[in-house]
C-alpha cells in the first residue's frame, strides 16, 4: 500500500467520523513527510557524487602538476 492510498484511507476514514481533524492533520503531515525522504536521499546521493568527482579531478590536477 502506498502512501497516496493511506492518505485517501484517512480521508475516509474523517468524512466517517472515525478520527478527530487532529489526528487526521497529524498523521497526513507525517505521511508527506516520508514521501519526501525518497527525493532527499536521492539529493544527498548526487551531493556525494559530485563532491567524490570534484576530490577526484582534484587529485588528478595535483597529481599531473608534479609530474
Given at each position: 500500500m502506498d502512501q497516496r492510498e493511506n492518505l485517501r484511507i484517512?480521508?475516509?476514514a474523517y468524512e466517517d467520523n472515525k478520527?478527530?481533524?487532529?489526528?487526521?492533520a497529524c498523521a497526513k503531515a507525517m505521511i508527506?513527510?516520508?514521501?519526501e525522504?525518497?527525493?532527499?536521499r536521492l539529493r544527498n546521493?548526487?551531493?556525494q557524487?559530485?563532491?567524490?568527482?570534484?576530490?577526484?579531478?582534484?587529485?588528478?590536477k595535483l597529481l599531473l602538476q608534479q609530474n
Open positions: 484517512l480521508a475516509r478520527i478527530s481533524r487532529d489526528l487526521l508527506q513527510k516520508t514521501m525522504i525518497p527525493e532527499i546521493l548526487f551531493e557524487y559530485i563532491t567524490f568527482r570534484a576530490i577526484q579531478d582534484a587529485r588528478r
